[in-house]
């Protein structure tokens, strides 16, 4: 099935380390959603976006909705052991329910 | 409940046989929502009911798959003659509304051997 084009697929990053991710699509999406998945858990929504060229920030997150709403990124400030995981982008597409997944994003911290 | 509730939290079966997954949503969500994650991938769509009835089962794979909502809370996944690349952890997730975000639970890891 279709899905979004998520990059890197891993990264190792030392903590306190800024993160960046992004995700791209050759679709048009009306929202953007950004979640984490723990092992042996569902994907946990960290943020959403509902407007081309939107700016959302969640604590350390900030995220962004593309201005040609074919694209988001995610950025992790200073980095925290807690922030090891699974991290996936999903859109949505205007009179869409359903959520089209990236392939996910695996951040490892080395303390 | 508090969450959305996914049962069995895991499930081995034989090849050839039937399985049904059961989801019990979070109180008051209208919308729910099945997925399947294979390893190492994003969660692919599979079916979304509004109510009780099936609003878009466009990602049902072919005709062994099924889920059912008759009451307009608890849902079913069913699967007939099970094959060995169904293996994977289906999610489901609910919603207050079609408009709001989701929320999954932990997924019912499927292994056919």
């Known amino acids: 099935g279709q899905q979004l084009n998520q990059s890197p697929q891993s990264m190792f990053i030392q903590e306190g380390e800024d993160v960046s991710m992004n995700c791209t699509s050759s679709s048009i999406f009306n929202t953007w959603l950004w979640y984490k998945q723990d092992p042996g858990e569902g994907p946990v929504l960290l943020i959403a976006l509902y407007k081309a060229g939107e700016l959302t920030s969640n604590g350390r997150l900030t995220a962004q909705f593309g201005i040609t709403r074919k694209d988001s990124f995610l950025n992790i400030s200073a980095s925290i052991p807690s922030d090891v995981g699974i991290y996936f982008c999903?859109?949505?597409?205007?009179?869409?329910?359903?959520?089209?997944f990236g392939q996910g994003t695996r951040l490892t911290i080395n303390p | 409940g508090a969450g959305v509730s996914q049962t069995p939290s895991n499930k081995v079966t034989e090849k050839g046989k039937y399985v049904e997954l059961r989801c019990d949503p979070i109180?008051?969500?209208?919308?729910l929502y099945w997925y399947r994650q294979s390893l190492g991938q994003g969660p692919e769509f599979l079916i979304y009911f509004q109510g009780t009835g099936a609003a878009d089962d466009s990602g049902l794979p072919n005709d062994r798959f099924f889920a059912v909502r008759p009451e307009g809370s608890v849902s079913t996944l069913k699967i007939q003659r099970t094959e060995r690349g169904d293996s994977a952890v289906y999610l489901c997730?609910?919603?207050?509304?079609?408009?709001?975000?989701?929320?999954f639970g932990s997924g019912t890891r499927l292994t056919v051997v």
């Open positions: 109180s008051g969500h209208t919308a």
């Open positions: 997730a609910s919603s207050l509304d079609s408009d709001s975000g989701y929320t």
């Open positions: 999903a859109g949505r597409a205007q009179g869409a329910q359903k959520l089209v």
